[in-house]
Structures are given as C-alpha cells and as structure tokens.
DNA sequence: GCCATGGCTAGTA
DNA sequence: GCCATGGCTAGTA
C-alpha cells in the first residue's frame, strides 16, 4: 500500500458519525488536490478489509455518487440511521452535514 | 486502461 | 455534456 493510499484511507476513517465529505475533499485533505477519482477507486477496493466508513462520501453536490441500487440504498439507510438526512432524490444537504476538519 | 470526480462550457427555457 | 486528471492495476514482453 502506498503512502498516498494510507493517506486517503486515514482520511475518511476520520470522518465522524452524522458527517459526510466529499470525494474531492478527501483527496485535498490529503494532500492530493485531483485525486478525487482515485478515492473512489481506494472507496471500493478498501472499504471492507479496512472498516471504512464508504457511506460518508459523497459528490460534490451532496449526492449519493454510487451506480448499483442496491449499495445506494444501503448508503442512504446507513446515513439515515446516523442521523443524516437524505432527500427523496438521494441528496444530502452539505452545509448542515458535511465534516471540515482544520479548514479546508 | 480504468473511474461511485469535478470544473468548465454549451445549450435550452 | 465534455474531458483532463492521477494513481493504481491489468495485461503484455
């Protein structure tokens, strides 16, 4: 695993319940600006051996990015069970929820 | 060669 | 809607 992989992993394992960030905000968190593709692939390939909290990303305008039905609705129920609100269209309203540590 | 992005433009209303 | 991006991974040699 390389360092930048364990930086992102770090990085949304520190996302606490009830919050969410976005793809590309984890990937300036750390420390890789254009890297947003990158944590959707480290998401999917990570998120099991690694205990990763997957549900609290989301796209940059709050929505559930995931295509398979199935895993959207379960991101949703896992958020909803957390406390965060979803809308009907699978959009989370990022100014109330979304997680900013330092700055950002 | 892939991609669960993102930012910019083009086109519609 | 288009396409640049960046790190990984698959596949070939």
Known sequence: MTPFT???IGVIGDIPEGKVM?????????????????VVRILHAM????????HRVLNVRGEIAIQDDESAQLQRFLLEAEGVHVSDDGVVWLEEYQHRPDED
Do not use: F, M, N, V
């Not at 998120?47 to 997957?54: C, E, G, I, Y």
């Open 47 to 54: 998120s099991k051996k690694h205990r990763l909290p997957w």
């Open 6 to 8: 364990e930086r992102i």
């Open 22 to 38: 976005t793809y590309g905000q984890i990937a300036r968190q750390a420390g890789s600006p254009r890297a947003a593709r990158q």
